[in-house]
């Protein structure tokens, strides 16, 4: 997908 | 979520809290930059923009607040509140933190994942990040005697990254296609900023005397 990946880190 | 994240987020937080506990119940910032603490509220408003678009989990946005809140409420402290600004060293204080935000955005321009608005904010985030600590550490060499909290604070500040380190390293070997040198780099240099504080906060420990930083 050309979302960037996720930020799930705080 | 592995261990180290997870220890990396509650030494970060325990770091907030010591700082928020000096501040709030001794009503002092004797030893504190507050260019560091303007730096980090930077830090976390640029990192968190998708606080309110992404949601990833109750924990994650629950430590965004705390760090924003807790971030933002120190330099309120530092600047506003009549008896702990009084305890502000200004005159030692005196990095230039405008010379740390411009080469941080000026690399988030060209070194980015994409260049979109969020993407860059969240690479200048991370290379502020980074360096932030630098006013904090010229304080210190500069004020003479550290106290346990301030020296607690820097450690703790510095401890949280190094678990992050170990938890890359943990996403690298288990998940595929982890791979975000953004964040492995800035990571790494800020590490590694703090080595020599490190180094004699350790011996400080061990010889059991007071925390002194080389002039």
């Known amino acids: ?10 | 979520m592995n261990i180290f994240r997870l220890a990396g987020d509650m030494t970060h937080l325990m770091s907030v809290l010591v700082l928020l506990l000096k501040i709030h119940t001794i009503k002092s910032c004797a030893g504190i930059s507050l260019k560091t603490q303007e730096l980090y509220a930077l830090v976390f408003a640029t990192r968190y923009l998708d606080i309110f678009t992404d949601f990833i989990s109750v924990y994650n946005t629950i430590m965004k607040l705390i760090f924003l809140g807790s971030s933002f409420s120190i330099v309120w402290y530092m600047r506003r509140h009549k008896l702990v600004r009084r305890s502000y060293d200004k005159e030692q204080d005196t990095f230039r933190h405008f010379f740390l935000v411009l080469p941080c955005l000026l690399l988030a321009l060209v070194m980015n994942e994409k260049f979109t608005f969020k993407e860059v904010m969240w690479a200048f985030s991370l290379y502020l990040e980074a360096v932030a600590i630098l006013p904090q550490l010229v304080l210190l060499q500069r004020t003479k005697n550290i106290d346990n909290l301030t020296g607690q604070y820097v450690f703790l500040l510095g401890a949280y990254r190094a678990f992050y380190i170990f938890n890359w390293i943990y996403r690298y070997f288990t998940e595929p296609h982890y791979v975000h040198w953004i964040t492995w780099i800035s990571g790494l240099v800020q590490t590694l900023l703090y080595a020599d504080f490190f180094y004699y906060y350790f011996n400080s420990w061990k010889n059991n005397v007071k925390l002194h930083l080389p002039a």
């Open chain 1, 1 to 10: 997908a050309d979302e960037s990946f996720v930020k799930d880190e705080l």
